[in-house]
Nanobody, 125 residues
Framework: QVQLVESGGGLVQAGGSLRLSCAAS????????MGWFRQAPGKERDFVAA????????NYYEPVKGRFTISRDNAKNTVYLQMNRLKPEDTAVYYC??????????????????WGQGTQVTVSS
């Protein structure tokens, strides 16, 4: 089992940057693919980005391509989401999640077995 804890959220002006971190417990972090999702009030949880267990492949939601970067450090059991040129529509609670299929970069929440508690990102205009 993997426990995930997100951090790094906050309030930022449009055009600014934030870096989210997701720290995982357990010795098997490197065997999980990881993903980031977000959920705005009254909306469904949407895919943002995913990365394979080795970090060799990534996948992004089209509106964040070129602005967001997912990465991971398996030695630190941590996955990151660097968010640049933030827009008000990026405002949401951001969640990290772990996928037992280590080679996948799935965009489907149902493919992820473990979830963090979320961190709030608010982008002001």
């Amino acid at each position: 089992q993997v426990q995930l804890v997100e951090s790094g959220g906050g309030l930022v002006q449009a055009g600014g940057s934030l870096r989210l971190s997701c720290a995982a417990s357990g010795r098997t972090f490197s065997s999980y693919a990881m993903g980031w999702f977000r959920q705005a009030p009254g909306k469904e949880r949407d895919f943002v980005a995913a990365i394979t267990s080795s970090g060799s492949r990534t996948n992004y939601y089209e509106p964040v391509k070129g602005r967001f970067t997912i990465s991971r450090d398996n030695a630190k059991n941590t996955v990151y989401l660097q968010m640049n040129r933030l827009k008000p529509e990026d405002t949401a609670v951001y969640y990290c999640a772990a996928n037992r299929n280590m080679y996948a970069t799935s965009s489907y929440p149902t493919d992820y077995a473990y979830w963090g508690q979320g961190t709030q990102v608010t982008v002001s205009s």
